[in-house]
């Protein structure tokens, strides 16, 4: 498996990504499963999901599918796709996707359709990288009418308010450090509350962050292992962190739950990855997520996962196998 998504608009609607071998379907949360059609072949590696409409990125482009059980391909073919998001969830259906696709356009490959994939265009960003690692598009502002959009590419993230006319990166300078970020998840209905998290490219870097103002200030959560490989959060306002980390010395997987009420993190400190700056808070007394601890206690709850954590683990390490081609 490459990849695992729930729909947040269909109850019970699960999609499962293979290397190679397309994907599979269940529409009652995870009991049974059913092989979809239209990807056969197809290594399926992200998917989004608008009100009536699924898309997924491959090794051939992006599909796109009304109920998540018959596809057809979309656009870009030839083109490696990554990273995939819904910025407009209603008709029109508007879908950003990043590749790992060498372009002759300047920056990191990234594209938009603005018609429900039935045409795309490049998006020209003026942002660091050669990869797009992660796309994420969050809820809508009190005002407005433009989802943020934050973009992860294997040397920085950056966040746009217009639809990808312009970015402001989020790294570099006095903000986070510059490297790939993996991971990028939104907190409820928060346009400006979303997690980040990298696994360093396959060296020792990597790390777990939270913003609460769009990216003003980061807080570092104190991962007890820096190279963060998946992230799943609850729907919660105070959500529960499932963190997937992999140790390349000695290609051991884990898998972690963090509670985020809010409060420092606490444990045993470990040590902080290289920033450059001081707008990112650090937790560097009361740091260590814990593993295999019961949810009793508001910072510390981790538990294993039985199944489940196995299945994490192993989208752990093919994203840490993944990650080291870039």
């Known amino acids: 498996m490459t990849t695992i998504a729930f729909s947040p608009y269909a109850a019970g609607l699960v999609l499962a990504g293979t290397r190679g071998g397309g994907a599979l379907i269940?529409?009652?949360?995870?009991?049974?499963?059913?092989?979809?059609?239209?990807?056969?072949?197809?290594?399926?590696?992200?998917?989004?999901?608008?009100?009536?409409?699924?898309?997924?990125?491959?090794?051939n482009g992006v599909y796109v599918s009304s109920d998540g059980?018959?596809?057809?391909?979309?656009?870009?073919?030839?083109?490696?796709?990554?990273?995939?998001t819904v910025a407009a969830i209603h008709p029109p259906v508007r879908l950003v996707a990043g590749s790992d696709t060498s372009t002759n356009v300047a920056g990191p490959p990234l594209y938009e359709s603005t018609d429900a994939g039935a045409t795309w265009s490049s998006i020209t960003a003026p942002i660091?990288?050669?990869?797009?690692?992660?796309?994420?598009?969050?809820?809508?502002?009190?005002?407005?009418?433009?989802?943020?959009?934050?973009?992860?590419?294997?040397?920085g993230l950056f966040l746009s308010r217009d639809n990808g006319a312009t970015f402001s990166p989020l790294s570099g300078g006095d903000l986070l450090p510059s490297i790939d970020y993996t991971q990028i998840a939104f907190v409820t209905d928060h346009y400006d509350r979303f997690y980040v998290a990298s696994?360093?490219?396959?060296?020792?870097?990597?790390?777990?962050?939270?913003?609460?103002?769009?990216?003003?200030?980061?807080?570092?959560?104190?991962?007890?292992?820096?190279?963060?490989?998946?992230?799943?959060?609850?729907n919660d306002e105070a959500p529960i962190l499932y963190v997937a980390t992999f140790r390349a010395?000695?290609?051991?997987?884990?898998?972690?739950?963090y509670h985020d009420t809010g409060a420092s993190p606490r444990g045993s400190a470990t040590a902080t990855p290289t920033a450059s700056g001081v707008r990112i808070s650090q937790n560097n007394q009361n740091g260590l997520l814990d593993f295999l601890r019961p949810l009793s206690s508001s910072q510390t709850p981790y538990i294993a996962l039985g199944v489940a954590a196995l299945l994490v683990l192993a989208l752990a390490a093919v994203s840490h196998f993944r990650g080291s081609r870039r």
């Open 249 to 257: 010395s000695d290609h051991s997987p884990a898998l972690w739950a």
């Open 26 to 59: 269940s529409t009652d949360s995870g009991a049974k499963w059913n092989v979809v059609s239209g990807l056969d072949g197809r290594d399926v590696r992200v998917f989004a999901f608008a009100l009536a409409l699924v898309a997924t990125g491959t090794d």
């Open 128 to 155: 660091s990288g050669t990869v797009i690692s992660r796309l994420a598009a969050g809820p809508l502002p009190p005002t407005g009418n433009v989802r943020p959009l934050v973009a992860g590419t294997n040397s």
């Open 199 to 234: 696994d360093g490219g396959g060296s020792r870097t990597g790390g777990l962050w939270l913003t609460r103002d769009s990216g003003k200030n980061f807080t570092w959560l104190v991962p007890p292992i820096a190279s963060i490989t998946a992230l799943a959060v609850s």
């Open 69 to 84: 059980s018959s596809w057809k391909q979309s656009g870009l073919p030839n083109t490696s796709i990554d990273a995939l």
